[in-house]
Each structure stands twice: as structure tokens, then as C-alpha cells.
């Protein structure tokens, strides 16, 4: 379940790729390491909750917030929220 959603997310932000704003890419690649690494450790962990993995991801970049200044900070955390309720939707 974790795997499938990763990959749903993963495919949401190569899907922006033609249209997004360097903003939103520079975003978008951000976060995909953050996704990516919260589904590992979601795996390993044996974790099947995708409300589990949104929360590991949120405390991932909450963990990282000082690597970004506090506008990339709005910007990759609302795509987060974005690409959460677009993932639920399809």
C-alpha cells in the first residue's frame, strides 16, 4: 500500500513537470526525497498506513525546515498539502 502510494505521488509531481513555475519544481524535487525516504522507512518499519507515511513526511520536513528559508517553506509545504488531497482524490 505504502509503495503504491509513493508512486502516486511521485507520478503527481512528474505530471507538473510541463506546466509548474520554477517555484513549484524546485518543490517538487524537494519533496520527492522526503517521500521517498518516508516510504523506506515506512516498508522497513512494516508500516501499511498511508496516514502513518503522510505524518513521517511531515515530521521529515519539519526535522529539515532550516534547510529552506521561510517562503520555500510555504511554497513546498503547500504543495505537500496539495499533492496529500490530489493523491486522495484519484
Known amino acids: 500500500m505504502i509503495h503504491q502510494y509513493e508512486e502516486k505521488l511521485l507520478t503527481l509531481i512528474d505530471q507538473m ?9 524546485f518543490a517538487g524535487g524537494y519533496l520527492r526525497g522526503h517521500i521517498s525516504l518516508s516510504a523506506a522507512d515506512c516498508e522497513r518499519d512494516g508500516v501499511t498506513s498511508v496516514d502513518v507515511m503522510n505524518q513521517a513526511v511531515n515530521d521529515s520536513l519539519k526535522e529539515a525546515q532550516s534547510e529552506l528559508n521561510p ?4 511554497l513546498v509545504k503547500s504543495l ?11
Open 17 to 25: 513537470v510541463e506546466t509548474a513555475s520554477d517555484d513549484e519544481l
Open 71 to 74: 517562503a520555500d517553506q510555504l
Open 80 to 90: 505537500w498539502q496539495q499533492l496529500q488531497q490530489n493523491a486522495a482524490v484519484s
